[in-house]
């Protein structure tokens, strides 16, 4: 492992990338956090469960605007990122796809938010939330992904959290001022992500003039099996807290988005490492599988070994990271902490092996692992959550992350594992 560890310092341009990365990614990560213990200080627990509900929603409707171009979009930029008018193509393709998709889905879900009674008591923080929905629209961090532009990731990333933080001081002042939270995060998105989508436009000429209808069309109906796995894997992520609120009230959902934003710091690190590392795989892995194997067990051995160190820490610090967020009832949300410290561990195997399994162009296997995987989940999340409450939410999380992991192994097992050895 240290042998490997020294030849990747020895790439200089992905150290430096990795560096990079790594340092916006971690701003991206730690600014909510300096936020929060002012936010349930000003609102609540009730009134930050009711604000996790909406971002959790938010972020369940931003795939069906992705519609997989976080995957597909990546891998075809990272495969083809030589040929200027290919990249071209894909750009303004994808782009026009996501504009008629974000109109639909805004119609849609503002008739839902309007007339089902769940989402109509809190409409207002509901429609406000849609910001972020807009703010994913115009994110083009897929695109700098596949051509490994770390640095105007990092940026954007810097750039929309800086608005959040400073919009929270100063605008979050009493508790009825909890419906503008989301909002502020989708301003952050929309001034970052735009300014960063038109550095791109007039970086590489890109116009949009050329698109072609049949290409739009095509990609819709390609795109439409690992769109249709996300809404699955989206369901898996976002779906609990929802539940929560369902069952228990918006206060146990309080007491949840608390042990999930810290457990989340790490979730979203090991996603956001999967984006990192997914592009590179996804060109090594056309090349040669024997040095894309070296690589991938470089990075996510590394990685692995961080994570555990890191939940350790939390493990056997509980009581003082809990304290931080001023919660009501800090040995009970301790105690539930202590368990969920367990689903990044395991997450930091599930990802990598999600890489592999993508990175082989195994869509359809993944498509119908991640349905049944997350059908599995959610049942187990509604059957336990009315009895066991959070406690029940935690454990069956960390039963269908084991699932996945085997399943993922056993899938690229034999075309990898064994001839790499």
């Not at 959790?56 to 992705?66: E, K, V």
């Not at 997989?68 to 796809?97: C, M, P, W």
């Not at 990075?299 to 994570?307: D, E, P």
Request: proline share 3%; glycine share 6%; charged share 15%.
């Amino acid at each position: 492992m240290l042998k490997k560890a020294t030849l990747v310092l020895k790439n200089q341009k992905q150290f430096s990338n990795l560096i990079t990365y790594g340092f916006g990614q971690g701003f991206n990560l730690v600014t909510p956090l300096l936020v929060i213990p002012y936010i349930v200080l000003i609102c609540g627990e009730e009134g930050y469960g009711k604000i996790g509900v909406g971002m959790a929603l938010a972020f369940f409707i931003m795939i069906f605007i992705d519609y997989g171009s976080e995957i597909t979009g990546v891998h075809q930029v990272a495969v083809n990122r030589e040929d200027k008018n290919k990249l071209e193509d894909i750009f303004i393709t994808t782009y026009t796809a996501k504009l008629l998709l974000l109109l639909a889905v805004v119609f849609i879900i503002s008739l839902l938010f309007h007339f089902i009674p769940y989402f109509s008591h809190e409409k207002k923080l509901f429609f406000l939330s849609l910001s972020m929905v807009v703010g994913q629209f115009l994110n083009p961090t897929w695109f700098l992904q596949g051509v490994e532009n770390f640095k105007w990731i990092t940026l954007l990333n810097i750039l929309s959290k800086i608005i959040y933080l400073v919009g929270i001081f100063v605008f979050i002042n009493k508790p009825s001022d909890y419906i503008y939270c989301n909002l502020i995060w989708g301003i952050g998105m929309i001034v970052a992500n735009g300014i960063s989508f038109v550095y791109i436009i007039k970086t590489h000429s890109f116009s949009f003039s050329n698109t072609k209808k049949e290409a739009v069309l095509k990609l819709v109906k390609d795109n439409f099996s690992i769109f249709s796995s996300q809404i699955f894997v989206s369901l898996q992520m976002y779906s609990p807290i929802v539940l929560i609120s369902f069952f228990g009230g918006n206060a146990m959902a309080g007491q949840y988005k608390i042990i999930d934003q810290i457990i989340v710091i790490f979730k979203t690190y090991i996603l956001l490492f999967f984006n990192y590392v997914y592009p590179k795989v996804c060109y090594l892995l056309d090349k040669s599988k024997q040095e894309a194997m070296n690589f991938w067990k470089t990075y996510n051995g590394l990685n692995f070994i961080f994570i555990v160190i890191s939940m350790l820490a939390i493990y056997l610090f509980s009581t003082q990271v809990v304290g931080y967020f001023n919660p009501k009832g800090i040995e009970e949300i301790c105690s539930l902490l202590k368990i969920a410290v367990f689903i990044p561990i395991i997450q930091a195997i599930t990802i990598p092996l999600k890489q592999l399994v993508l990175g082989s162009n195994k869509q359809s296997k993944y498509v119908r692992i991640t349905m049944i995987v997350t059908i599995l989940s959610l049942l187990l999340i509604v059957i336990i959550t009315p009895i066991y409450k959070v406690f029940g939410v935690l454990i069956a999380l960390i039963i269908t992350e084991i699932i996945s992991s085997l399943i993922f192994y056993f899938t690229i097992k034999n075309e990898l594992f064994i001839r790499s050895s």
